[in-house]
């Protein structure tokens, strides 16, 4: 029994592409730096 999609896959020439990157977005989901809160909030020491 051969499967519809395993026909398919038979068919293609191989992909040669090299795989995706995601370091890109590395620099996304860095910590931001929170601001000091006392700050923010005006509060006195």
């Known amino acids: ?3 519809l999609t ?6 293609l020439p191989p992909d040669n592409r090299p795989l995706p990157s995601v370091a890109a977005y590395d620099q996304l989901l860095r910590p931001r730096q929170r601001p000091d809160r006392s ?3 005006g ?3």
Not at 6 to 11: I, Q
């Open 43 to 45: 509060d006195s020491p």
């Open 6 to 11: 395993e026909r398919r896959l038979a068919h």
């Open 1 to 3: 029994m051969t499967f």
């Open 39 to 41: 700050a923010v909030e």
